[in-house]
């Protein structure tokens, strides 16, 4: 028998049981006027009386304000919203792109670098003003087709693929994110959706710095760079690893740098080569954190006024030319074979050509492709000193 259980005379709502016998459902079933006219029944997916009344007039009145033409996207989002949370036990929330996105970098504060970090930002906020109106619509509103363009502005911008393709792969991390949370149903910037740019650079490999180039650019150097480039091919160190040294990294008693890396986190052990060390004995040496090169350090990388412009003067200074790489377009810069992190390359190089063997180049330079031949091998520091000790000296240097 069909169960009449209640009725609302505000709105012409009711609710209804299954009339089968078993029934098919043990829901009870909505009964509303569409927004058409015609009567309309609808399962609740739910054995809660209170809540099904509470539904059946949720829906009767929505489809009143359809047929009278006042129907609007909060209304709806409030209904669903009321709906997901009476049954979940928590809000559902409409995300915008720019709610979305804006936290996501703001939850990568405390798991990342800080460079990381404002990278991250950099690039959201890029992305929310270029798709304009629609970052403050709903997040599953944004395209595959938005991302293309942005990408391809970069492009046209001068921006070089790998920074490009830079920028799409931090912004995959969030909508990936988003789908596998359940915000979006189709994540638009996977890899299927939105493909990386070809890199048209000519032979892309690094070159690197003979002991004379070393030589001229320490020449062409003032203050802390000459002991800077002095460190970075004696040590293999990158840039910032390099800028941001400390004198509490120098153990003068066992004569070795120790430093976790800003890339990798690892630490990195190599003994203090003869000519660095005695660069190093004539500065005035700072206690704890103090920084090594005090003029360099807390700088930025890029920038016209950024860390590696100043070595590409140098490099300007000193007549040192490398091969041109990627061609300046737009906003972008020319990109040349030879830069500070040549000297990281210089140094991997010296110590092949001086015999040195693959898994100690790795140890000294701390790639982590042998990370877990490292478990279980540690290089005494005698040996990785008669390995850098390999490396040969720098004619004339000051």
């Keep these: 028998m069909d169960v009449l259980t209640y009725r609302s005379d505000r709105n012409m709502a009711s609710i209804t049981k299954d009339t089968h016998q078993p029934p098919k459902s043990p829901y009870w079933i909505a009964c509303f006027t569409g927004a058409d006219g015609r009567r309309l029944k609808k399962s609740t997916k739910t054995t809660d009386q209170k809540l099904a009344r509470k539904l059946a007039d949720e829906w009767e009145q929505l489809a009143k304000?359809?047929?009278?033409?006042?129907?609007?996207?909060?209304?709806?989002?409030?209904?669903i919203s009321d709906m997901y949370?009476?049954?979940?036990?928590?809000?559902?929330?409409?995300?915008?792109?720019?709610?979305?996105?804006?936290?996501?970098?703001?939850?990568?504060?405390?798991?990342?670098?800080l460079r990381a970090y404002f990278k991250y930002h950099q690039i959201i906020h890029e992305f929310l003003a270029h798709i304009g109106v629609k970052a403050d619509q709903l997040l599953r509103e944004v395209t595959p087709t938005d991302i293309r363009l942005w990408r391809d502005k970069l492009k046209r911008d001068g921006h070089s693929a790998p920074t490009v393709n830079g920028a799409i792969k931090i912004l995959r991390m969030p909508f990936r994110a988003a789908h596998e949370l359940g915000y979006i149903d189709i994540n638009p910037c996977a890899r299927s959706a939105v493909k990386l740019l070809k890199d048209e650079?000519?032979?892309?490999?690094?070159?690197?710095?003979?002991?004379?180039?070393?030589?001229?650019?320490?020449?062409?150097?003032?203050?802390?760079?000459?002991?800077?480039?002095?460190?970075?091919?004696?040590?293999?160190?990158?840039?910032?690893?390099?800028?941001?040294?400390?004198?509490?990294?120098?153990?003068?008693?066992e004569q070795k740098i120790t430093v976790t890396t800003r890339k990798t986190r690892k630490d990195v052990i190599v003994p203090i080569h003869p000519q660095f060390g005695a660069w190093l004995k004539e500065q005035t040496r700072g206690i704890g954190k103090a920084p090594v090169f005090p003029t360099l350090a807390g700088k930025t990388g890029g920038g016209k006024s950024g860390l590696s412009m100043q070595f590409r003067r140098i490099m300007e200074r000193a007549k040192i030319k490398g091969r041109l790489l990627r061609d300046a377009t737009g906003a972008g810069r020319a990109q040349s074979s030879l830069s500070f992190h040549s000297l990281r390359h210089s140094f991997n190089a010296a110590l092949a050509n001086a015999g040195v063997g693959v898994e100690m180049r790795q140890e000294l330079i701390g790639h982590s492709s042998l990370e877990m031949n490292r478990l279980y091998t540690h290089p005494d520091i005698e040996v990785k000193r008669q390995a850098v000790g390999l490396l040969p000296m720098i004619p004339r240097a000051r």
């Design 201 to 253: 650079a000519r032979n892309v490999s690094k070159d690197v710095f003979t002991p004379e180039q070393i030589a001229a650019l320490i020449d062409n150097a003032e203050g802390d760079w000459k002991g800077a480039i002095l460190c970075a091919f004696y040590t293999g160190l990158r840039l910032r690893d390099v800028t941001e040294l400390q004198w509490n990294a120098i153990n003068w008693k």
């Design 85 to 113: 949370e009476r049954s979940r036990g928590e809000p559902l929330h409409f995300r915008t792109a720019r709610t979305y996105l804006t936290e996501w970098a703001e939850s990568k504060k405390n798991e990342i670098e």
């Design 65 to 79: 304000a359809g047929r009278a033409g006042r129907l609007t996207e909060s209304q709806c989002r409030r209904v």
